[in-house]
């Protein structure tokens, strides 16, 4: 996915733009970039490569090479971002996190329109942001261009452009599938996906900006320049998974509302006595132990560390480009504590189970140290689409997504005919999608989240949250 940050400021703001973007590094793995403004040298960018080191590692040396009182950067999971554009509208610096499903249609459009080019990339491809530029600077005013890339983009797009004179605009995606944030700092304002990176740098929060507002940021405060709309849909998985346990999104913190998932899950297996013979309760991959502490805490299970990651000296484990050689890191990372897996029954939590790969392995690794049986929860419902909004569950087809696949092998293309409910436990098709899966991972059981009880955790009008990989729906 990916995620920004930016100040404006009276004074050089480096330093905390640095710290800034790099509290986004949960969001990304791709491309790491900063811009700013400086009155005697005017716009700067530098962007790296972060997919083999950290973002801090690849800009320690940014302050002896970029200077400015404004500045943005971004954490991409896409394309190098942020772009410097010379246009009818100036010379800007511009970045965006979002996606955009019909790029192709827009490329033949401005180009046919506007007898332009575009920079091709690897295969053809055009950078993202490229794009959303040139979509920009077909209007007279930044304003006028974003609503008109807003509505002509399907998809979203999130947006920080960094002005020639150190004016910051930020605009919010139309339909707030994501945030977009501001902090007050007495030498200047703060704009930022996550509002913890500014609060840690002593910003205090203001406010989030409403689904497709416009703001023109600079040190001394914030000016609208388009009001919100009423309708919104963020992504839930903002919750579930993608958000940082001290994120808080539509002032729903992440943590939170994991330990009440987890609780809710736990209601649920109690109500159908799902969850008698169990000795330990766990989460897995990291982001699930929240949702399993919460779980263990409304059962009364004991929660346990069944096992640790070693990440000093592997701390990502989708480094590798082969999917083979991600599978053996993530497997070496895995240290047994014995005592705790040897003839026990275990029940892990997992914030989501999209394609299942690293999820068989994890599963044997514990049935070779001794596990007596290990039972599997979702955080969240059967992932049945692929996200159209963002790059989380996003693949080259949505039989990638394991639920997908069962949903074949049981019943064809007819099956898809009934997703609903397939997704539901108390129907015929939905505990035969769960019993297959047990075999395919030799799970001892199989139970997801349900769609009700993630609103529920969440906290939200339900018309305000989208849960397309889940219902399709939009």
Sequence with gaps: MGGFFGIAS??????????????????????????????????????????????????????????????????????????????????????????????????????????????????????ATELLSALINQKSSFVDGIRFAQKAIDGSACILVLKSDGTIIAARDKLGRLPVQIGKREDGMAVSFERFAYQKLGFDHVRELGPGEIVEITYEGEKQINPPGKEMRICSFLWSYYGYPTSTYEDVNVEAMRYRNGEIMAENDELNGHNENIDYVGGVPDSGTPHAIGYANRSGKHFARAFIKYTPTWSRSFMPSSQSDRERIAKMKQIPVRELIKDKNLLFVDDSIVRGTQLRETVEFLYENGAASVHMRSACPPIMYGCKYLNFSRATSDMDLIARRVIMELEGKEGFDHIEEYSDSSTERGKALRQRICEKFHFSSLEFQSIEGVIRSIGLDPCKLCTYCWTGKE
Excluded: W
């Excluded at 491309?31 to 700067?44: H, K, N, P, T």
């Excluded at 040396?61 to 896409?78: K, N, T, W």
């Excluded at 246009?87 to 019909?102: E, K, Q, R």
């Design 10 to 127: 009276y004074h050089d703001c480096m330093m905390d733009v640095f710290f800034g973007v790099d509290y986004h590094s949960h969001l990304g793995t791709k491309r790491g970039g900063l811009a700013c403004y400086d009155e005697s040298i005017g716009l700067q960018r530098k962007i790296h490569s972060i997919e083999n080191a950290p973002f801090r590692t690849k800009f320690e040396h940014v302050f002896e090479e970029m200077r400015g009182v404004s500045a943005i950067g971004c954490i991409s999971d896409c394309d190098p971002q942020p772009l410097l554009v010379r246009s009818n509208l100036g010379t800007y610096a511009i970045c965006m996190v979002g996606y955009i499903n019909n790029a192709e249609e827009l490329i033949d459009q401005y180009l046919s329109f506007s007898g332009g080019h575009f920079d091709a990339m690897t295969g053809g491809r055009v950078n």
